[in-house]
């Protein structure tokens, strides 16, 4: 039988050899570039692009011209590697190792290169960056904030624009002409959530010239792949309307739930992360809102209201899973710790979340588009990225995006040590070793990072520290404008940091002067992360570049992943031993692997989430996509949309009657429906009546009014004789329909993926429910969008502003 390890092993062997096969043709080029002036080598950009325009240049089918475009770009990849190689230290003073150079090499390829922090990714980048700029068609570097997306614009740009291609920066409150400008660049940094939305809103413009978006989706580079690719994927992105109000309900539920006692009127449960009503409870519910029964179907407003009350109150804690800043509610994203700007929880938990703070609950919104970052990214014809950690999540990766994860060499040999997991009785006695360490590692001068799981954690350490006297900085989700200062300062002698999961990710903390003889940067956590990653990442800001450090974790049974899983019977043998407390400590590697085993479960849960919302959005993406499509049609359409315009309208004439002569007896036809429709839809009312109709098939009918409105439709053509206002007029009415269907569409999807799990106690699968609703739907929503069309055009008066 083949031992799958092996042969893992095998295939990470050859792709290595692959690797160091391509970095010694880079290095082939050295001398040669290093021998050139500076004109020479900014003139090799031109070069490279004539020689791929010369390519391609005669072949019309755009697959063949892909495949060819693709095959031409592997062949000079060794000869443009060494020229932004050779750029690089020149504009930059930085030469990019042999290991830069092979991680380069994987992210041309379309994989994931995971490189240990402080191995340069962002000097990595930048040789696929320029190959894959070469031939005109955009590239998008994301990154996971605004900040990042201009500092490695301004610093990587220098080189970019020093070999001749253009750069640009989108941010998320940019003027449309400014993101325009930057997606027309060469090379553009952005956010994952900045091109997100902006793709959505580029298929809801009206005009051409409003897109900002220009080209299509080419090639992504994606920095800190895992945070973008896995962590935010649980969450779709939505653009969304005014909605209907704000329901009183939600106070009312938010007094209720706040009434009520743990396991006596509710169940927490804590691996799931849910609450429940007990039946004490629900007959609480029925006394407080005066009902005979809370599950009456009249009642399930109330009853949703409840039960997101129950999760708001219970299951959303704050300064954990969000903050309350200037009077609203904010979430904190939990693989970073930083807050999710204009992100909101949906089917009312936000509000709910709101009625527990006593802040004011904002209305709920109308879903108008949405997409999850897995088929944003999807589209793109080529994606790659880097990260420190991803192994972990490899076949994920491999599954949803056909990204292969490839681990490159560290430069220099790690150094860092890892310390088994300390495990403590109580959170009291986890926070005094914590502190006691701190304190030692202080007074030798030796810099610390302190790693905490939530914002009330690290300012409840920040206290415990200020009351010993022990200077430090916070970095956390409330001040994370500070956070390129303090990380910059984390590294240097007698340094105290005490920071959430951000931790200065994409940032690297360099060791201050003397600093390397104490001992290097050490990184203590107080408590374990839910994904083995973040965990990695923290432990990964000490031992850069071969830098010495050391990483410790501290537990306490009472932390939230110990609860969810397992410390009740570690408590049991604690007591049996009848150890102390406050002195006792258990140091085992034993341990550190049933930690991992428990986050390994979670991010197995977190796993079906993602898959969860993929598999719903995979339902939507066909019927988004064909609806852009056709949007992009109509918008783009330069002379005449006669040729969409009356097929839609033959289409409604066909489904009309189709519905009023289904029987095969002609005497049981509904023709006055017919003519009323032709009158409300089609034409004058009196151009149609049931005795015109009474001898004729029901093919004769149909070609009867569709007749009739070409008739009409010339007329109008006759009046609006000028062509282009004809045209306006068409896109308008057109659009006007599809947006309007498409939204209501979208929304009530939306609500229907929030219910359609409850068929689920009916021995009914939801994922096909909603699949058989959504298809139902979306050909209703068509037939609507061609009947308003239609009787838009149709029925419209034309009136012409004549002047005298």
């Known amino acids: 039988m083949a031992n799958p390890i092996r042969k893992l092993v095998d295939n990470s062997k050859k792709q290595l050899k692959k690797l160091n096969q391509i970095a010694d043709q880079v290095d082939s080029y050295a001398d040669s570039m290093a021998a050139m002036t500076d004109e020479q080598l900014q003139a090799k950009t031109a070069e490279f692009k004539q020689h791929i325009a010369d390519e391609i240049e005669d072949i019309q089918d755009k697959n063949k011209k892909n495949k060819v475009l693709a095959n031409i770009l592997d062949d000079i990849l060794p000869e443009v590697f060494a020229v932004a190689r050779e750029g690089a230290k020149r504009v930059l003073g930085l030469y990019p190792f042999r290991v830069q150079v092979m991680g380069s090499a994987v992210l041309h390829g379309g994989n994931l290169a995971e490189m240990r922090t402080g191995e340069g990714k962002t000097l990595t980048a930048t040789m696929a960056v320029y190959l894959n700029a070469l031939p005109g068609r955009g590239v998008h570097v994301v990154t996971v904030n605004d900040y990042l997306s201009s500092r490695d614009a301004e610093q990587m740009g220098q080189l970019y624009n020093w070999l001749g291609l253009s750069v640009g920066v989108n941010v998320g409150d940019a003027p449309a002409d400014e993101k325009r400008a930057a997606y027309d660049a060469d090379i553009t940094y952005s956010t994952n959530f900045n091109i997100g939305f902006d793709y959505l809103r580029d298929n809801m413009v009206r005009r051409a ?18 945070s973008i690719l896995i962590d935010t994927a649980r969450t779709p992105l939505i653009i969304s309307g005014p909605g209907s109000g704000v329901s009183q309900l939600y106070s009312r539920a938010d007094r209720f739930v706040k009434t009520l006692q743990r396991d006596e009127d509710y169940k927490l449960d804590e691996e799931a992360k849910t609450t429940m009503l007990t039946n004490e409870g629900i007959h609480k519910a029925e006394v407080f809102f005066n009902l005979n029964n809370l599950y009456d179907a009249d009642d399930t407003a109330l009853t949703h209201h409840i039960d997101q009350a129950l999760r708001a109150n219970y299951n959303y804690l704050q300064d954990k899973d969000y903050v309350v800043q200037d009077g609203e509610v904010k979430l904190i994203d939990q693989a970073t710790g930083r807050i999710s700007e204009g992100t909101r929880l949906s089917d009312g938990l936000h509000q709910a979340i709101e009625a527990k703070e006593n802040v004011e609950v904002q209305e709920e919104n109308k879903s108008m588009a949405q997409i999850t970052y897995q088929n944003l990214f999807r589209m793109y014809k080529k994606l790659s990225g880097m990260t420190g950690t991803a192994k972990t999540e490899e076949e994920e990766l491999r599954e949803i995006y056909n990204m292969e994860v490839i681990t490159i060499p560290t430069n220099k040999p790690i150094k860092r040590v890892d310390y088994p997991d ?86 690297d903390i360099k060791l201050g002067p003397g600093v390397a003889d104490l001992g290097g940067l050490s990184v203590v956590a107080t ?14 800001r000490a031992g850069r570049q071969g830098d010495d450090g050391f990483s410790q974790f501290f537990l306490s049974l009472e932390d939230d992943l110990m609860i969810r899983f397992g410390a009740d019977r570690v408590r049991i043998i604690w007591q049996r031993m009848n150890l102390d407390e406050d002195e006792t400590v258990i140091t085992n590697r034993l341990i550190t692997r049933s930690v991992e085993s428990a986050q390994k479960r979670v991010e197995g849960n977190n796993y079906d989430t993602r898959k969860n919302v993929l598999q719903y959005d995979d339902v939507v993406r066909e019927q988004r996509e064909l609806i852009y499509k056709q949007r992009n049609i109509v918008i783009d359409e330069e002379k005449s949309l006669e040729w969409v315009l009356l097929p839609m309208v033959k289409r409604t004439i066909d489904r009309v009657v189709d519905a009023h002569t289904a029987s095969k007896k002609t005497d049981e036809w509904q023709l006055e429906p017919i003519v009323t429709f032709a009158g409300n839809v089609l034409v004058h009312a009196d151009s149609l009546s049931v005795e015109t109709l009474k001898s004729l098939s029901r093919d004769d009918i149909k070609a009867k009014l569709l007749g009739l409105a070409k008739e009409n439709y010339r007329e109008k053509k006759a009046q609006l004789y000028d062509p282009d206002q004809l045209l306006e007029f068409e896109k308008v009415v057109i659009l006007r329909a599809i947006d309007q269907h498409w939204t209501d569409h979208i929304d009530a999807l939306d609500r229907l993926r929030q219910g359609v799990g409850l068929r689920g106690y009916g021995q009914l699968n939801p994922l096909i429910e909603y699949q058989n609703e959504a298809f139902t739907n979306f050909n209703r929503m068509i037939a609507d969008v061609e009947y308003d069309a239609t009787r838009t055009f149709m029925k419209a008066e034309i009136r012409q502003n004549l002047r005298s």
């Open 209 to 226: 010239d409003e897109r900002v978006m220009q080209r299509g989706l080419n090639f992504a580079l994606i920095d800190e792949a895992d």
């Open 527 to 540: 408590e374990r992360h839910e994904s083995r990653r973040i965990d990695n990442q923290l432990r990964g």
């Open 422 to 507: 300390l495990l403590y009785p109580s959170a009291r006695a986890k926070y005094n070793a914590v502190v006691k360490l701190i304190q030692e590692l202080h007074t030798k001068g030796q810099p610390v990072l302190i790693g905490t799981g939530s914002v009330e954690s690290s300012e409840l350490l920040s206290k415990i520290l200020m009351a010993q006297n022990v200077p430090h900085n916070v970095l956390n989700a409330k001040n994370n404008a500070k956070e390129a200062e303090i990380i910059a300062n984390a590294g240097q002698r007698g340094a105290v940091t005490v920071a959430t999961n951000m931790a200065g990710r994409g940032t």
